[in-house]
């Protein structure tokens, strides 16, 4: 009987010990594949407390460094003060399919598109843009951007948000909110201007 004991006591101490080996094993190679971000903090008592997350857009910024860093300039500070945490390229650009880094573009973009022909824009049905410009709204409602001026109710199926707004520019410094009044003014008499003109053509 005692030599039952032993032999179950092994056998079960040799799965323990097999278990243990394959977890770390396992919790080294996921760690070697995707690299963490070392987040470090010091607590209100002066204790020092470091936490790994996983950065979620390490595929993305293999390719697209500089997408990533200008996200920040017009999504970084304001985006962290609500929502608690930084925007993640995938909450966008959700359409993004295994077979993208092989070449094959099939990621949502964000272009300047309106629904009358025009020289230098898209055209897009009001569907596509309303579809276009749903991403934007799931953050930016459109009460708020209603009530913000009246150029946003007016333009929500005629225009993408892209068309006036640059996504990844660095604290906008390209889009409509740098300019000033007058050019604002004058970006919407070039664009009316445009497709207007090629109408009566």
Not at 8 to 29: E, K, P, R
Not at 98 to 125: C, F, M, W
Not at 126 to 143: E, G, L, M
Request: hydrophobic residues 30%.
């Amino acid at each position: 009987m005692g030599n039952v004991k032993l032999a179950i006591h092994t056998v079960l101490s040799f799965v323990l010990a097999l278990s243990i080996f394959g977890l770390s094993f396992n919790a080294a190679a996921d760690t070697t594949s995707t690299p963490e971000q070392v987040v470090e903090s010091t607590t209100s008592d002066g204790r020092h407390v470091v936490t790994f997350n996983r950065d979620s857009d390490y595929a993305c910024t293999q390719c697209h460094k500089q997408s990533k860093k200008t996200l920040h300039g017009t999504h970084g500070e304001k985006a962290l003060e609500k929502i608690g945490r930084d925007l993640k390229c995938v909450e966008c650009h959700n359409s993004v399919g295994p077979e993208h880094r092989d070449g094959a573009p099939k990621v949502t973009k964000y272009t300047a598109s309106q629904s009358k022909i025009g020289t230098d824009k898209n055209v897009l049905s009001h569907d596509d843009i309303f579809k276009a410009n749903s991403n934007c709204t799931d953050c930016h409602k459109p009460q708020k951007l209603q009530k913000k001026t009246w150029v946003h109710d007016v333009h929500a199926l005629n225009l993408t948000c892209s068309a006036c707004h640059v996504v990844h520019a660095d604290g906008e410094q390209e889009g409509i909110q740098a300019l000033e009044r007058k050019s604002q003014i004058k970006m919407c008499v070039d664009c009316h201007s445009d497709f207007n003109s090629i109408k009566e053509e």
